[in-house]
């Protein structure tokens, strides 16, 4: 997400989760929404009692209600007792329980965080602690007398990070010589402020994964209870450009090379034509480089000066959006071209996508440009999944 009162600051957001050996589901549930007409983002993290199938569909429904009654505004104290009233009791009438963080972000940097029972949020100002002063606010109902949502709200401001968890980050080792006592909230606290400082631009992504995976070595590498660990970064955003089809009319191929070349980021070109064509135009030699590993059985990627690669086109994009669909937080990825693409488009935050839409006479009938529509179609769903899952801000322009 790109905000429009700031178009340099860039909101990086990436979650990690880890579930107890021998469990199919994780107990810990991730939510969000992207909400372009306000301009807010929402984000919901939920744990649900215990873990397994059980605590999944407590979390599941905790996380859908607050999402729904956070875009609706509803007033967090009322949100959360209608939430409450409609997790469903165990058989033996005891209360089900669900724990969540709701994180509002405005696009002009104001944040609002409402927490019911999850570790505090930390926020990382300077390479120090920042705490924004809390209010309380009493969830309604004569049953839930006593329960509190805890409520902060500041301005980001740029290299500001937050780092929210469940309960299962904090308790990892509990038991152990080295926590008695599990983790600590404290001691996350100093590893997640030693990582930042030691690495000042550390991604989101990297310092959930360390302190996750941190959290399963406090475990000997087996979690107990379901870990999660999400980080948000208010950063300078990291430009980038992928080029698929010729421009429609043949007379703007140089316009169309020299609209690239002045592109200030990096850039890749899916599509042999494509290539071939910006090549003549900038006078530039295309080498083409045969991978030792190649499972997808996708055409070779090739070398281009001003480009991170070259790939082909249709079959390759088509492969990527199968890759960014099915995408989770441990997924590892190869050296495929296809997950050399999805590397490159998740290491970025500010996509312009350029779409040729010149038919490719010597693959289809001209009464039937079946691979302009279908190039079309996985673009769409690309940008799509790209705003949608991973935050980017994606930009399409047709030639």
Known sequence: ???????????????QQKKPKG???????????????????????SDGIGHGIKASVLAQLTATMALKYARFHTKPEISSRIIMEALP?????????????????????????????NPPVLIIRNGKLFQPKEYELEVRGRENVGKLLRCREFNARKEDRMVFLTDGVVQSGLGNKRYPMGWGIENIYDFALNQVNRMPDISASKLARKINNQAAMNDNFEVKDDTTCGVIYFREPRKFMLITGPPFYKIKDYDFADRIKSFNGKKIICGGTTAEIIARELDINVEIVHLAKNPEMLPPIANMEGFEMVTEGILTLGKVEEILENYTSETRLQDSPAEKVVKLLLQYDSIEIILGSRINWAHQDPEQPFELELRKFVVKRIIKILSNKFFKHVEIEYL
Do not use: W
Not at 1 to 15: A, G, K, L, Q, S
Not at 23 to 45: K, Q
Not at 89 to 98: L, M, N, P, T, V
């Open 23 to 45: 469990e199919i589901a994780c107990g810990d549930v991730f939510m969000s929404d992207i909400f372009r007409e306000e301009g807010r983002t929402i984000l919901v993290l």
């Open 89 to 117: 009791k165990s058989s033996d009438g005891k209360e089900s329980y669900a724990t969540f963080t709701i994180i509002e972000i405005e696009t002009d940097g104001q944040v609002r965080i409402i927490n019911y029972d």
């Open 1 to 15: 997400m790109v905000t429009t009162n700031n178009p340099n600051y860039h909101v990086e957001i990436d979650v």
